[in-house]
């Protein structure tokens, strides 16, 4: 069965640096969308991404975040200067029509 | 704006025991869907069920079952006979109409179920 792939597993950066998290969503996927999992909270909704162009964005996705689709495969969430909140599990997902989302195996997060 | 609340934080059952997981949520929208998500230790997210807000047939699913009543605004979670491996988090989240918004699901807190052997 097709997966949503996320890459690194684990990326820990320091405070104020940049970082970018990688997904390989499921090829014929059209809606695209990032999620972060703070340890031990419930899931919450960042954006959702469908033809080329931001669809809805959660408070939480402030300037400092930005999403890309670079290519016909890749979708990039990134963090121009992280803070130590953003220490969290960031799950990427897609879907196609009204399928249900597939989500990734998530990137752990951690700002030191 | 739509909300997903699971009351209990944690359960823990021996194997074999029947369990069941609640879920109630608050929209505004008359059409919406229904998820359950299952996080393992290893910490991905995997779908389990989704039901929209015109089918509250009940449905069972091997020895998961899901309990959808529109006049509670409640989506319960069954799981019959227990195994150590429905040891897990297990979510219910809400999504409001259709297009885009689809696929922007508000979590509920999670349930931690640890079945014991």
């Known amino acids: 069965e097709p997966e949503v792939t996320q890459t690194p597993s684990h990326q820990v950066t320091q405070m104020g640096q940049e970082v970018i998290l990688r997904c390989v969503p499921i090829s014929n996927h059209l809606y695209f969308y990032w999620y972060r999992q703070i340890l031990g909270q419930k899931v919450e909704f960042l954006v959702s991404?469908?033809?080329?162009?931001?669809?809805?964005k959660s408070e939480i996705f402030d300037d400092q975040f930005s999403v890309e689709r670079p290519d016909g495969s890749n979708f990039t969430l990134k963090i121009r200067s992280t803070k130590l909140e953003d220490s969290a599990m960031y799950f990427c997902?897609?879907?196609?029509?009204?399928?249900?989302?597939?989500f990734g195996n998530g990137t752990r997060l951690t700002v030191t | 704006a739509q909300k997903v609340t699971q009351a209990q934080t944690e359960i823990s059952v021996v194997e074999k025991e029947d369990v069941t997981l609640d879920c109630v949520y608050e929209t505004r929208d008359t059409t919406y869907y229904l998820f359950w998500y299952k996080q393992p230790p290893s910490g991905e997210l995997v779908f389990l069920i989704r039901?929209?807000?015109?089918?509250?047939q009940n449905e069972i699913s091997g020895r998961y079952s899901w309990n959808f009543q529109k006049s509670t605004s409640s989506f319960n979670f069954t799981i019959t006979a227990s195994q150590v491996v429905d040891s897990a988090v297990y979510f219910c989240a809400l999504s409001e109409g259709g297009g885009t918004s689809y696929g922007k699901l508000t979590f509920g807190q999670g349930t931690i179920l640890t079945v014991h052997p």
């Open positions: 991404f469908y033809n080329n162009e931001i669809s809805e």
């Open positions: 039901r929209n807000s015109f089918d509250e």
């Open positions: 997902a897609s879907r196609a029509g009204t399928s249900p989302l597939h």
